[in-house]
């Protein structure tokens, strides 16, 4: 995982001072970042006592259309009730496809404040819990559900990216898990929770559309491929 910068904010809390919640009617003053914004527009709320994440369980809120929109946000709220809990963009596809878990990072308020401060360590506390949630499903309970393979083969996707160790298991059919990592800094977080990264499986074909990037690897008692878009 790549080190903070200027433009890259990295993977770490970003500090309680860039968490802020502005009320719906208060809109984003033009900018990167809220420093504008009315003072007196934000929702003050109690300061968390500590930067460990939260879990929460519920709906996800999936579709094609980015939200922005405090206003737009609360009518999706409203209508689906209160069990969803936030709203993304990736998983709705997928779900159509093939049996799933859904597990995101929250990083903004989907309102006009929205920025990417946040996003790095969504993905990296998404990825962790991730981890920590397979360390609890047996092997072989895996085994019995839909193979990572036919995922990939039938993904609407080139060549595999060189790997960093050479340790390629024979069969691609070694691999239980599939790990959707749709952005890059996703696919970041997704890498630095493997325990071994492993070259491409030796019996793997892709087809020739397929320009998706694929990292195999083990976590824990699983084999796992994290499948991500290939944008920089
Ligand atoms: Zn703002």
Known sequence: ???????????????????????ALCDHVAGLDCQGCDVDGEVQRDPR???????????????????????????????????????????AGLMNHFPCLVIRGICDYAD??????WQRYASATAAAYTKELLEYVPGVEVQETKRALEVLQSAPCDSLRPMAT?????????????????LPIERAAAEAMLDEEHAAPTGFTRHQTNTNVYTSGRMGEHNIVIASLALS
Request: aromatic share 8%.
């Open 112 to 117: 006009s404040h929205k920025n990417d401060r």
């Open 1 to 23: 995982m790549r080190k903070k910068s200027k433009q890259n904010p990295g993977y770490a809390h970003q500090g309680f001072e860039n968490d802020r919640l502005f009320k």
């Open 166 to 182: 050479p340790n390629a298991l024979d069969s691609p059919d070694s691999y239980t898990i599939a790990w959707i990592a749709a």
């Open 49 to 91: 006592d500590t930067t460990n994440p939260e879990i929460h369980y519920g709906i996800i809120a999936s579709g094609n259309t980015l939200v922005e929109d405090a206003a737009m946000r609360d009518q999706i709220f409203a209508d689906l009730g209160e069990d969803c809990i936030c709203v993304e963009m990736e998983a």
